[in-house]
């Protein structure tokens, strides 16, 4: 699907009154902003992140500000953080502070970001920390990423005249939960981009002006393919030998028991089958080592970060970031997970990009969209459970229906936009 661009310059904005829930908010996170931070330190240790920069959650910058221009863009994670990429990677010239959530993003910030882009991690939604913060950094511009949108830092922007828009919104519940602290927040964004068209109606009836609604693209179709690293593949590849590969990419412990189910029926039919997974979180995965990993018994295991051995293995864990590009180069067949279970769903488009088709679950979330496209032209591939989607990896490894699908998938990966490039070139009217 290529949902038609928009391109209008905005007009100037007439900013909605908060209504009274925001002003409730604003108390609660004053009154609580200690066991805010409480809760923020114990998911920040449990994350892994390094404990020097904790600060940076409370507002403390951990580096200087740069002189000149500085766009703010608040990504949460890798999905957010991917689409980032896209309009960051386009806006030569213009000094980029990146904030995470997650230590995941910001290990991905490192690895796949120009290295004039400083990251810091986001500031909890208090007074305290938003206030040290936007003292600190003074961005000229404000750039919310799909779905984390800080009320109160987003009104001490707008109470300071700093330009702001929302990137590759998507389809959100809270939205008709809340109409009229939606409708207060799209006021204050000066660009908004939807990475469907069913979000851009959505936003539309809550007041959205198509001449705030810059474009209908969702940006993580227009990255570059995750590079594989050739001699890691390479040796991969030779320690697989010529079994077949299926790949469960970004696999939650949750749906560990469907997956390993499949797998089980996958081996009834070919023992020589090789299931890799590549889970979301490493750091979760590495403490899930009692009962929740009980799906994996009986299946011998190797892993990729204590870099195990795969001779006699069947079920490979690639508990290590970064790799996606050199999973995809070793696998036939990629599931994307965080649709087995009602997680949010994942992005297909990493493994379009690289060639290859995918099977997902009965919750594809926020990708709805993306998924049914790909199922349309034939690169993609809905099931509904464990047998589903032994099912369908095995069809797959038959015949010309691999071959097929993965053409299908590379068209997907071909298509031609220059949408992340206008959405750069505006937020640099912007900022002027």
Not at 52 to 75: D, S
Not at 107 to 115: D, E, G, N
Not at 374 to 387: I, K, L, M, N
Request: hydrophobic residues 45%.
């Amino acid at each position: 699907e290529q949902p038609a661009q928009l391109d209008k310059a905005p007009t100037a904005r007439s900013r909605l009154r908060w209504p009274l829930l925001f002003y409730v908010y604003l108390a609660l996170t004053r009154v609580f902003e200690g066991r805010i931070h409480a809760f923020a330190r114990k998911r920040h240790q449990r994350m892994g992140a390094p404990a020097e920069r904790f600060g940076e959650r409370t507002g403390q910058a951990t580096t200087a500000r740069p002189a000149g221009k500085l766009v703010w863009f608040n990504a949460a994670s890798l999905g957010e953080l991917r689409a980032a990429a896209t309009v960051i990677e386009r806006l030569s010239g213009v000094r980029v502070l990146l904030t995470t959530t997650t230590n995941s993003g910001a290990l991905a910030a490192a690895r796949t970001l120009p290295s004039t882009v400083i990251h810091q991690f986001a500031p909890v939604d208090g007074p305290a920390s938003v206030a040290r913060f936007l003292d600190h950094w003074r961005p000229d511009m404000a750039v919310f990423v799909e779905s984390d949108l800080p009320l109160r830092a987003i009104d001490g922007l707008a109470r300071g005249g700093v330009p702001m828009a929302i990137l590759n919104a998507r389809p959100s519940k809270s939205r008709s939960r809340f109409p009229r602290l939606s409708r207060s927040v799209l006021s204050r964004m000066d660009l908004v981009t939807a990475q469907d068209s069913q979000t851009a109606t959505e936003l539309q009836k809550l007041g959205l002006e198509d001449d705030r609604l810059f474009a209908v693209l969702d940006l993580k179709s227009c990255a570059p393919a995750p590079k594989p690293d050739v001699a890691a593949a390479k040796a991969l590849s030779s320690a697989i030998g010529g079994r077949p590969v299926w790949l469960a990419m970004s696999a939650h412990v949750s749906e560990l028991e469907c997956l390993t189910a499949a797998h089980r029926a996958v081996l009834r039919a070919d023992p020589e089958a090789l299931l890799i997974i590549a889970p979301r979180h490493p750091e979760k995965w590495a403490d899930a080592s009692g009962g929740a990993m009980g799906p994996l018994s009986g299946l011998t295991v190797a892993s990729r970060s204590k870099a195990e051995a795969l001779t006699g293995r069947q079920v490979y864990v690639a508990d290590t970031l970064g790799e996606a590009g050199t999973l995809f180069a070793v696998s036939d067949v990629c599931v994307i997970c965080g649709t087995f279970a009602q997680i949010g769903g994942h992005s297909p488009y990493e493994a379009f990009l690289s060639g290859r088709p995918v099977i997902y679950g009965p919750y594809p979330g926020n990708h709805k969209a993306a998924f049914d496209a790909a199922a349309t032209s034939g690169a993609a591939r809905q099931v509904r459970g464990a047998e589903d989607l032994a099912a369908a990896v095995l069809d797959w490894w038959q015949g010309d229906a691999l071959a097929q699908a993965s053409e299908s998938a590379q068209s997907l990966s071909r298509i031609a936009s220059d949408g992340a490039a206008r959405i750069a070139a505006r937020i640099k009217e912007l900022i002027r």
